[in-house]
């Protein structure tokens, strides 16, 4: 399975972005997916994940009421909606896939594949 991430960039505190996971390789709709960060000198944290019907989801406590994690399974892409964005969620995020319906993960070892992070930074 290959992903891209995508929709990172530069933005004050207060903004929005809305981050874009295109897979391909496998069809989206059969299995659990989630977004990690990592910031300099950090372990790469988990963010959010989503069941793979996209009926429920898990946020971190950091991002609870900000982000919103989605999916479009027709599409083959996972999403992430930032709002209220902070400097402290200046960080790489990267998307995950796993080959389970297993639900719901936090762990990075708990997902098979990944994209390759798309840079988020949030100025004060």
């Known amino acids: 399975v290959q992903l891209q991430a995508s929709g990172g960039g530069l933005v004050q505190a207060g903004g929005s972005l809305r981050l874009s996971c295109a897979v391909s390789?496998?069809?989206?709709?059969?299995?659990?997916m989630g977004w990690f960060r990592q910031a300099p000198g950090k372990e790469r944290e988990f963010v959010a994940t989503i069941r793979w019907s996209g009926a429920s989801a898990y946020y971190a406590d950091s991002v609870k009421g900000r982000f919103t994690i989605s999916r479009d399974n027709a599409k083959n892409t996972l999403y992430l909606q930032m709002n209220s964005l902070k400097p402290e969620d200046t960080a790489v995020y990267y998307c995950?896939?796993?080959?389970?319906?297993?639900?719901?993960?936090?762990?990075?070892?708990?997902?098979?594949?990944w994209g390759r992070g798309t840079q988020v930074t949030v100025s004060s």
């Open positions: 390789g496998r069809t989206l709709s059969s299995y659990t």
């Open positions: 995950a896939f796993t080959y389970y319906r297993d639900y719901p993960k936090f762990k990075p070892d708990e997902y098979d594949d």
